[in-house]
């Protein structure tokens, strides 16, 4: 199983062209870093539902709906982490992309991939790519240095 479907398609096979991710929530308490992320997404073309610095906040969000994708941080202010994020996340049907440091791989079953910090903003908007390729079950055209894709293990 994979997380996700694409805006107005029911229960249709992903075709080429069409997008599965157009709205982001950003997870991230750095805030240079959360500010660039946001830059790269909208001039992108992305939309940026939200960008928050933790669990509680991205909670909010994700029970408000229309996010396609919550790209987290792991280590956020507070008592819960960015784990805690994706774990809300997936009882959603959402999918993560996690953006660390030290990838957690004890927790690769709850996002797509991970990219590792630090990353170049262009490496950002092609890790969306490659995770929209995968949750429209294709393969990824570019997978930019950093990213691990946890594939059917995201399941």
Do not use: W
């Not at 694409?6 to 959360?34: F, M, W, Y």
């Not at 992320?37 to 939200?50: K, T």
């Not at 957690?104 to 996002?111: D, I, W, Y």
Request: aromatic fraction near 4%; hydrophobic fraction near 45%; charge should be negative.
């Amino acid at each position: 199983m994979l997380f996700g479907r694409v805006k107005g398609e029911r229960g249709q096979r992903n075709g080429r062209g069409r997008k599965a991710i157009s709205t982001v929530l950003i997870v991230e308490d750095e805030p240079l870093v959360a500010f660039d992320n946001e830059h790269a997404l909208a001039q992108a073309g992305y939309e940026v539902a939200a960008t928050v610095e933790d669990y509680e906040h991205a909670a909010r969000v994700i029970a408000a709906g229309g996010v396609d994708l919550v790209v987290s941080d792991v280590r956020l202010p507070g008592e819960k982490s960015g784990i805690d994020v994706a774990t809300l996340a997936r009882e959603a049907g959402l999918p993560v992309l996690f953006v660390t440091g030290a990838c957690p791989m004890e927790a690769r079953h709850l996002a797509v991939g991970c990219l590792a910090k630090p990353y170049a903003p262009r490496d950002l908007i092609a890790a969306i790519g490659a995770v929209d390729a995968v949750l429209r079950g294709l393969s990824p055209d570019r997978v930019p240095p950093g990213l691990s894709l946890f594939g059917e293990d995201a399941a």
